[in-house]
């Protein structure tokens, strides 16, 4: 195993986070201060440290969370709001989120300690879908969703859904494959639709479903993204 994808699985940092423990000389495998990236550790066999303190490896952990608005995805906010860490048990804490949603969005958010997947599921490269459902100021009709499909110019290149449907006469679900900042809202925004309220009820093959606002469960087995033997992490709309 990688040892960033180890630091990250056992709750020690995100992938980031790890990589620059390691640049910076604070971990340590059977005593020995590694700094190259890519080195790869034993979990079964290696002592790992970081700053002098052994790491304990961890059993892998998916939680999805119905983030309320209001809730911001950092561990600490300097304008002292809410975290969606409130929304936790404390031995769920240690969980990473993968990705951001912004403070007035509402809907799914996954947490897990394995970096990996994580990254995999971050990534522009694995394409890998999150489904929106926003209230829209006016009344959007075919040619919106049409212009959404076909893409829509930003200042950082062009956003385009991979699905767009009506919901009622003030709504509109969006298949992204993509995470860029507030890039749902710009979209709309672009086409005249400016978002009232905006909800993410899908990411991957993981769906919201009835989970309440606040509410939190652990991943069943079926839905655990594979590991794979890099790792990662980042940051979403």
Same mark, same amino acid.
């Given at each position: 195993m990688r040892l960033q994808k180890f630091l990250a699985q056992a709750g020690v940092a995100s992938r980031r986070g790890a990589e620059e423990l390691i640049g910076a000389g604070r971990v340590a495998v059977n005593g020995q201060i590694i700094t190259v990236l890519g080195s790869r550790v034993n979990p079964a066999n290696d002592v790992v440290a970081v700053d002098g303190r052994p790491v304990q490896a961890k059993a892998v952990e998916w939680v999805a969370l119905h983030k309320p608005a209001g809730y911001v995805s950092t561990r600490q906010d300097p304008q002292r709001r809410h975290t969606l860490y409130e929304l936790l048990p404390p031995e769920?804490?240690?969980?990473?989120?993968?990705?951001?949603?912004?403070?007035?969005? #509402?809907?799914?958010?996954?947490?897990? @300690?394995?970096?990996?997947?994580?990254?995999?599921?971050?990534?522009?490269?694995?394409?890998? #879908?999150? #489904?929106?459902?926003?209230?829209?100021?006016?009344?959007?009709?075919?040619?919106?969703?049409?212009?959404?499909?076909?893409?829509?110019?930003?200042?950082?290149?062009?956003?385009?859904?991979?699905?767009?449907?009506?919901? *009622?006469?003030? *709504?509109?679900?969006?298949?992204?494959?993509?995470?860029?900042?507030?890039?749902?809202?710009?979209?709309?925004?672009?086409?005249?639709?400016?978002?009232?309220?905006?909800?993410?009820?899908?990411? *991957?093959?993981?769906?919201?479903?009835?989970?309440?606002?606040?509410?939190?469960?652990?991943? #069943?087995? @079926?839905?655990?993204?594979?590991?794979?033997?890099?790792s990662g992490g980042g940051q979403e709309t």
């Open positions: 769920l804490r240690h969980l990473f989120s993968v990705g951001r949603l912004d403070a007035d969005t #509402e809907g799914l958010i996954l947490l897990t @300690n394995d970096g990996a997947a994580a990254h995999q599921l971050l990534h522009p490269r694995f394409q890998v #879908e999150r #489904e929106y459902e926003a209230e829209v100021a006016g009344t959007p009709g075919p040619a919106v969703l049409q212009r959404l499909v076909a893409g829509i110019p930003l200042e950082d290149g062009v956003a385009r859904a991979v699905r767009a449907s009506l919901l *009622g006469r003030h *709504g509109i679900r969006l298949t992204l494959r993509e995470g860029r900042k507030r890039e749902v809202r710009r979209m709309l925004a672009a086409v005249g639709h400016p978002v009232l309220r905006l909800r993410r009820t899908r990411y *991957g093959r993981i769906g919201l479903g009835t989970l309440p606002p606040g509410g939190w469960r652990r991943l #069943e087995p @079926n839905e655990i993204p594979p590991s794979p033997g890099h």
